[in-house]
């Protein structure tokens, strides 16, 4: 699949004045605390180191700490259906460096999950993913490739063992694991 | 010493030049590579959408592993190591998420324990194989190289976890490509992200992370850029070109995987460490080794 011609999630998203339009959703903020380990939102201070070292920032105006304070406040709707959740480049920086131990990352991700669980606004392309695993046990099959000079090769003909995917009783047993995440 | 090894989604289907390198080196530094039968994904493509399933599918990789009864388990892709040290972790404190786990995994008669330690093959090369091993192999030491390294988030942070080597000022790496002989060259950028986890939602800032990484190493006069992740690989040697559109710029650095450059320096054959198959143009690095004086141009 050419990588150009996949959809792009426009960021629609005016974080500042929430807060004056909107009314937080409290069931919603807990049930997302409640997704998340150890790192809990509510530790914030507001100091932004998180922000200062995102590379989303520069690029795509994600702000972790905005996030960790909006989902802190209950506005749980509104960051589901900004889009900004899927700017995070997962480089984990901001887990590393805030001094609460917060984790604006594993947040976002709860968010995704959560967003997937709604079905509001996923990009395609990761549920394709968890498709492609259904079927195959991995996200593809061996691809064919070409050299530097252009010679078609495959596994076999670089020398390379058989690759082997799993048996079909792992696709039972995943899609149970599926069924049983949705019921809960 | 034997040592099990999971090759997770990328290696195997698309960057076989990393798989190759890796199973051409290790023999070499005394490593018995064993391959893991019936396993799957990692979880990592499926965070986003359903954490859960992502820490079964890394449990039951390990639960395979484990049932090989060896000690240590090598993770080639920064990716895995990332999801199975973190199942790893939540699973070490969490006995309730452990117990349902196990209860998922019976259906396949398997058992999560949390016994085989994990290692990348940076940490595995640096802390197990050691300097002394690797020097010894070394038949043609790769002096005057000036490379720039190329870690990958994922296996550097976060500490709460067993990262393979300090989150804000790795050392291994740069290490080991001295031992070859070669230097690590300091430079600023050299913790920035490939951006390669935005590709599915924004290719354009993807491919802009990644060149602005590959024009600061060729604009600091590096030989190389040397790396240990799939992902990282297929953004900056696979996809180079397109990278290079993307941010107007004209770029032409060659991007190897360190086993590709420990092959080198080890005077194996180049084909059999696919470099035949990176993109970028690794013939300027392998003219400039003295080794392949009549490598012929692509
Ligand atoms: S670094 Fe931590 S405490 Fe500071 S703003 Fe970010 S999440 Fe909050
Ligand atoms: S993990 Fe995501 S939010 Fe955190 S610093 Fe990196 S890109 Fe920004």
């Known amino acids: 699949m050419p990588i150009k011609a996949r959809a792009t999630i426009p960021i629609s998203m005016s974080i500042t004045d929430l807060t004056t339009t909107k009314k937080p959703d409290t069931a919603l903020r807990l049930k997302i605390i409640a997704k998340i380990g150890e790192q809990k939102p509510y530790n914030c201070f507001q100091c932004i180191r998180c922000t200062s070292g995102c590379p989303s920032m520069k690029m795509l105006e994600l702000k972790p700490h905005e996030i960790v304070n909006l989902a802190r406040l209950g506005f749980i709707e509104e960051l589901l259906t900004s889009g900004i959740l899927w700017t995070c480049a997962t480089c984990l920086k901001c887990k590393e460096r805030c001094p609460q131990a917060v984790a604006p990352v594993d947040l976002i991700f709860a968010l995704r999950n959560l967003a997937v669980e709604k079905e509001v606004k996923v990009p395609e392309s990761f549920l394709l993913s968890l498709s492609a695993i259904l079927e195959n046990g991995f996200i593809q099959k061996p691809q064919n490739t070409v050299t530097r000079k252009l010679e078609r090769v495959n596994r076999e003909k670089l020398g390379l063992p058989k690759f082997r995917e799993p048996d079909e009783k792992f696709k039972a047993a995943f899609f149970k694991v599926l069924e049983q995440s949705q019921e809960e | ?298």
């Open chain 2, 1 to 298: 010493m034997k040592v099990a090894v999971y090759w997770g989604c990328v290696i195997p289907t698309i960057q076989y030049g990393y798989e190759m390198s890796v199973r051409a080196v290790m023999p070499r530094l005394g490593v018995e590579l064993v391959d893991l039968d019936n396993v799957s994904c990692c979880g990592t493509p499926v965070q986003s959408v359903n954490m859960p399933a992502a820490i079964y599918l890394a449990a039951r990789n390990l639960a395979i592993a484990e049932k090989t009864g060896l000690t240590n388990l090598l993770l080639p892709c920064n990716g895995c190591y990332l999801s199975l040290s973190e199942a790893k972790h939540f699973l070490s404190y969490d006995e309730k998420l452990k117990e349902k786990v196990n209860t998922l995994l019976k259906e396949e008669n398997l058992q999560y324990e949390g016994s085989i330690k994990i290692w990348h093959t940076l940490n595995l090369l640096h802390d197990l194989v050691k300097e002394e091993k690797i020097r010894e192999t070394v038949r043609h030491p790769l002096n005057g190289l000036k490379l720039a390294v190329h870690y990958g988030c994922h296996i550097l942070r976060p500490s709460t976890l067993q990262t393979v080597d300090a989150p804000e000022n790795p050392r291994k790496m740069d290490n080991l490509i001295g031992w070859l002989g070669a230097k690590s060259m300091p430079y600023p950028e050299k913790l920035d992200c490939c951006g390669a986890m935005l590709l599915l939602s924004h290719p354009d800032a993807a491919f802009t992370f990644s060149g602005l990484k590959l024009k600061t190493v060729q604009d600091w006069g590096a030989d190389a850029l040397v790396v240990s992740c799939p992902s990282c690989q297929m953004m900056f040697d696979m996809r180079q070109k397109s990278v290079g559109a993307t941010i107007g710029a004209k770029l032409s650095i060659p991007v190897l995987y360190y086993s590709q450059l420990l092959g080198i320096a080890m005077g194996i054959e180049t084909e059999k460490l696919g470099l035949h198959l990176n993109r970028s143009p690794v013939d300027d690095l392998l003219r400039k080794t003295g080794l392949i004086s009549t490598a012929a141009s692509p």
